[in-house]
């Protein structure tokens, strides 16, 4: 049984430039989460996925963010014009989409670290 | 809206020390409540939750951590603890409406030899 995946874990980019990063959750899972951390602080929520809908995008960051899952798999995160302010970890968490307790635990993947230069 | 406070950035210990690691938290609805561990360079491994059942939570490595209502509180505690349980801790509560979860800002523990 594989965890969350996420590619690449490591990203340097330039100032202005545009960037996306994969998450593949656990395959059973159908509610896929993203969240940023920046350093010394705890994650902090963005969007996230029923199947292929989004159903929470208000705590995106700015319309320089967006997200899609388009066939209810995997699921992209892009950054266009990158600032030095966007530089941190982005986390993709995957859960059960079915009700009951079970859905509520979120699990998270390695992340992908982006530097800004 | 949900919020949780660790109040400790920084919990240097001995080895086989006993430990807590203090969490608060504030929700007007329902509350379900996790520790997430994050070791260097890693993402986020779900350490305990409390859903609902028993207020007293364990892992299976002898991580516990207590819900407790009249005090907004969910702490970790270890009996004893290892080198290898050097980490970054982060206590989160769960928005049921946005499934999101809102996590404290993490302690760093740091064992000693």
């Known amino acids: 049984d594989t965890g969350v995946s996420q590619d690449p874990r490591h990203k340097i980019t330039k100032r202005g430039q545009n960037v996306t990063f994969r998450c593949d959750p656990i395959s059973e899972h159908n509610r896929l989460y993203w969240y940023r951390q920046t350093l010394g602080q705890g994650p902090e929520f963005l969007t996230y996925f029923q199947n292929e809908a989004q159903l929470e995008k208000s705590r995106l960051l700015s319309d320089r963010f967006s997200a899609e899952r388009p066939k209810g798999s995997f699921s992209t995160l892009e950054i266009q014009r990158t600032e030095q302010g966007d530089s941190a970890m982005y986390l993709c968490?995957?859960?059960?989409?079915?009700?009951?307790?079970?859905?509520?635990?979120?699990?998270f993947g390695p992340g992908t670290r982006l530097t800004v230069t | 809206a949900q919020s949780v406070t660790q109040l400790d950035s920084q919990v240097p210990v001995f080895e086989e020390a006993p430990v807590e690691l203090r969490c608060n938290y504030s929700?007007?609805?329902?509350?379900?409540l996790f520790w997430y561990v994050q070791y260097p360079n890693q993402g986020l491994q779900l350490l305990l939750k409390y859903l609902s059942g028993s207020t007293l939570v364990e892992s299976i490595n002898g991580f516990e951590a207590e819900f407790n209502k009249s005090q907004t509180s969910f702490h970790l505690r270890k009996p004893s603890v290892h080198i290898s349980d050097t980490a970054e801790y982060f206590c989160a509560v769960l928005d049921t409406g946005r499934r999101a979860l809102t996590f404290g800002s993490g302690t760093r523990l740091q064992v000693q030899p």
């Open positions: 929700s007007s609805v329902s509350v379900y």
């Open positions: 968490a995957s859960s059960l989409g079915a009700g009951g307790l079970g859905s509520y635990e979120q699990y």
